[in-house]
């Protein structure tokens, strides 16, 4: 498992400028002036630093940009690092300087004079989050990161409120391994395994295998692992960190470790990405992380459908037709619309068990929200103004993409069935809204529910601000966020 970087907070100690090891790194904000440990780089450097914010390059850079000063005269350090960044910074642009700071870091310590900055917090969490590497499986390339300390007035102060970020940090880390790594390792029971490992942590974590799941009813869910050497399995994750008897806020994860397409089966290109297709349950699994590790004060479920995708003798064909543990029967036309199939099963499941005071379900689950949204925001579904207004805030607040698509009736008369209660796909227009559409008829009508499509923002081929390429851990923070504002308060 990947752990951030540990970072420490200590007083600041402008002694220790000279001679530290590594990179000092120094803050100067759009009035150019320069704070005590600038101050302290400037006189060592003979008045570098001030020749650097003066120059055009400085003031063309925008908040938590980087200038690098390589091998300074009168220091040891391997160079001086100067980021642009005022003293009271937002979140966002705090983040985004840690983040730079990760990149120019490379494998060397860093000296953070950040006594004069107020949201070092925030930066930190932006180094740490920017710093993940998914290496597990590089033989050569495994380097172990150098040691971070922040020099800051009031150390105690800021490292509390950085411990909730250290568990925001750890949960997103959990997200991004389990999204990252291959199908042949995270196989529905190595999934499983991490998840019950999580009771360490304080969860309850309770495992529903096929038996179990097949006398509850879940035909939807096990049809779509019936072809795969894989067991089907549910497991519920359990923090109950709140008000003893306060109904559970609950998130529903899809979990496919890997999407062939079944019967149905994809083409060859890109079909490598498909080890993803858990990266609903990923978040929802990295959001439990984050809640027991602050232990939060709220009552929180996160159920995961852990499912494999294959064609085989035993998997479903196209035209069969299953019912699903609501009772409701649905025709499989298209054996790679396989994730509603999972979700269906387990949103009932968990309606009936937890009654929950709402849902939100996370999956990558169609393409077509990523011909929509892209990589920048995640499609957003929901019966609900109040809760998906509530869900869409915290994710602004976070920085984290997600924008509301409509749903209504008109759209749910393209899932009838000639046969059977509804069919699985229903046609080429309009696919992540008639797949929302499709969920939205296993979710009862009084429970307040979201459906995140995060088929675009769970995976990237190219870095984000705060993440390299790959899993990104998409809606960790967000969901983390609304838990605390909305359950929390
Ligand atoms: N897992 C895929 C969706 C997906 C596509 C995720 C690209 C990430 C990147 C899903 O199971 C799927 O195959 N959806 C189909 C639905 C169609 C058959 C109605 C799709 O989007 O093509
Ligand atoms: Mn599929
Ligand atoms: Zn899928």
């Known amino acids: 498992m990947t752990t951030p970087t540990e970072i420490q907070f200590k007083d600041v100690d402008l002694d220790a400028v000279a001679g530290a090891a590594g990179k000092v790194v120094v803050f100067v904000g759009d009035d150019g002036k320069l704070d005590a440990g600038a101050r302290k780089v400037n006189t060592l450097t003979r008045k570098a630093v001030a020749r650097l914010v003066e120059s055009e ?124 790594e291959p199908a042949n390792v995270l196989t529905t029971n190595d999934f499983a395994a991490r998840l019950a490992a999580m009771q360490e942590l304080g969860l309850d974590v309770e495992i529903l295998e096929e038996d179990t799941l097949e006398k509850l009813g879940m035909r939807t869910l096990l049809s779509v692992g019936q072809g795969s050497d894989s067991p089907t399995k549910v497991v519920v994750m359990s923090w109950n960190g709140g008000k003893k008897g306060d109904a559970p806020f609950a998130l529903v994860g899809k979990g496919v470790v890997f999407d062939t397409g079944g019967i149905s089966l994809k083409p060859p290109a890109g079909m490598e990405d498909m080890t993803a297709d858990m990266g609903g349950a990923g978040v929802v ?6 809640l027991a590790l602050r232990k939060a004060k709220a009552n929180v479920v996160g159920l995961v459908g852990l499912v494999e995708n294959m064609p085989s003798g035993s998997a479903t064909r196209p035209g ?11 025709e499989i036309i298209n054996t790679d619309a396989e994730g509603r199939l999972v979700l269906a099963d387990v949103l009932w499941y968990t309606q009936e068990r937890f009654k929950p005071s709402g849902i939100i379900n996370l999956a990558t689950l169609t393409g077509a929200i990523l011909v929509a949204l892209g990589h920048e925001n995640a499609g957003v579904f929901s019966n609900s103004d109040e809760l998906s207004a509530d869900f869409i805030k915290a994710a602004a607040a976070e920085g984290e993409g997600a924008w509301r698509l409509p749903m209504s009736k008109a759209y749910d008369e393209l899932l009838k069935s000639r046969i059977a209660d509804m069919k699985n796909v229903g046609g080429r227009n309009a696919g992540s809204i008639t797949a929302a559409q499709f969920l939205r008829r296993f979710v009862k009508d009084d429970v307040p529910w979201c459906h995140l499509d995060i088929a675009g923002t769970a995976n990237v081929k190219s870095e984000t601000a705060l993440a390299p390429a790959g899993a990104t851990g998409w809606g960790v923070m967000a969901l983390n966020r609304l838990i605390a504002d909305k359950y929390e308060g």
Do not use: C, W
Not at 320 to 330: A, E
């Open 285 to 290: 699994a990295g959001v439990m992380r984050t």
């Open 320 to 330: 069969d037709v299953v019912r699903s543990m609501k009772g409701d029967t649905v």
């Open 57 to 180: 390059t400085f003031v063309k850079k925008t908040p938590g940009d980087v200038s690098v000063m390589a091998f300074p005269a009168g220091m040891a350090a391997a160079a001086v690092l100067v980021v642009k960044l005022s003293r009271r910074p937002d979140s966002q642009d705090a983040r985004k300087a840690g983040a730079a700071l990760a990149k120019a870091q490379g494998t060397a310590d860093l000296l953070v004079m950040a006594g004069s900055i107020n949201r070092a917090d925030e930066i930190a969490l932006g180094l740490a989050l920017r710093g993940y590497k998914f290496d597990a499986h590089k033989t050569d390339e495994k380097k172990p990161g150098g040691d971070v300390t922040f020099m800051v007035s009031k150390p105690e102060v800021v490292a509390k409120s950085a411990a909730p970020m250290a568990a925001i940090a750890e949960g997103v880390f959990f997200t991004r391994d389990l999204t990252n």
